[in-house]
Antibody, heavy 117, light 107 residues
Framework: EVQLVQSGSEVKKPGESLKIPCKGS????????IGWVRQMPGKGLEWMGI????????RYSPSFQGQVTISADKSISTAYLQWSSLKASDTATYYC??????????WGQGTMVTVSS | DIQMTQSPSSLSASVGDRVSITCRAS??????LNWFQQKPGKAPKLLIY???TLQTGVPSRFSGSASGTDFTLTISSLQPEDFATYYC?????????FGQGTKLEIK
């Protein structure tokens, strides 16, 4: 089965760091770009960035450049989204997704991140 | 960046109605345009890719079209399970921007 598996909910305090994983299986992990999408409570989808696991080429949305780090470890078929210092405004659900222009489409179940003091 | 302007932001319709949702791109682009459906608490689901290609397993009442920088998702006869939020997304150039979403509600 083709799937992306994300970790469960996270509750953190402002200023803390966080790295959330997205593990791919059932397909060639290095063949497709993996992207991250933010959805704040009650809001729309925001594209954050993508990474090509084969060589870790990464592209960020200007809105998220410098705010997060996207990385991947192809040896364990896992992509990551990382914050060095969380803010309350980072509270959201974060999805990883592979959507190729050939119709290949798989999404993780989402990781809900809550940042509160 | 390519901006995707989606309209309407919300739409009220009845079962059996034909509805259309439009996305306008801020610049000319090849038809690397996806349409997603999202239900509350769930990840988005791809319906249409390359502007008009129906994803495998998606009912044929969904269709997509393109005219210049305008892209349209049409549902020919609404079913109860179609009430959800719909998003367009361009994948022509990064950042791969989404439209603002259209919430389709039952009248």
């Amino acid at each position: 089965e083709v799937q992306l598996v994300q970790s469960g909910s996270e509750v953190k305090k402002p200023g803390e760091s966080l790295k959330i994983p997205c593990k791919g299986s059932g397909y060639s992990f290095t063949t497709y770009w993996i992207g991250w999408v933010r959805q704040m409570p009650g809001k729309g989808l925001e594209w954050m960035g993508i990474i090509y696991p084969a060589d870790s080429d990464t592209r960020y949305s200007p809105s998220f450049q410098g705010q997060v780090t996207i990385s991947a470890d192809k040896s364990i078929s896992t992509a990551y989204l990382q914050w060095s210092s969380l803010k309350a405004s980072d509270t959201a659900t974060y999805y990883c997704a592979v959507t190729g222009n050939d119709g290949f489409d798989v999404w993780g179940q989402g990781t809900m991140v809550t940042v509160s003091s | 960046d390519i901006q995707m302007t989606q309209s309407p932001s919300s739409l009220s319709a009845s079962v059996g109605d034909r509805v259309s949702i439009t996305c306008r791109a801020s610049q000319s682009m090849i038809s690397y345009l996806n349409w997603f459906q999202q239900k509350p608490g769930k990840a988005p689901k791809l319906l249409i890719y390359a502007a008009s290609t129906l994803q495998t397993g998606v009912p044929s009442r969904f269709s997509g079209s393109a005219s210049g920088t305008d892209f349209t998702l049409t549902i020919s006869s609404l079913q109860p399970e179609d009430f959800a939020t719909y998003y367009c997304q361009q994948t022509y150039t990064t950042p791969y921007t989404f439209g603002q979403g259209t919430k389709l509600e039952i009248k």
